[in-house]
């Protein structure tokens, strides 16, 4: 039972890293951002810090 768990674990981390990875350029997607970007608010919240954010957009592909 234990090793059928850790093989569901394993799997599971294998698609959650396919769905935040862009397949061509191998970046995070913005779905990844999203999760980044509210752990980090949270943090910053919980933390009573302040938050900055840089965007670069990159299209010479």
Known sequence: ???YQREME???EQIELQ???DGL???KN???FDLRLEEEFSRTTRN???L???LLDVDSF
Request: proline share 5%; hydrophobic share 50%.
């Open 25 to 27: 350029t191998g970046l």
């Open 19 to 21: 769905s935040s990875t």
């Open 52 to 54: 900055a954010l840089a």
């Open 10 to 12: 394993k799997r599971f």
């Open 1 to 3: 039972m234990e090793a």
């Open 30 to 32: 913005r779905w990844a």
């Open 48 to 50: 009573a810090a302040p």
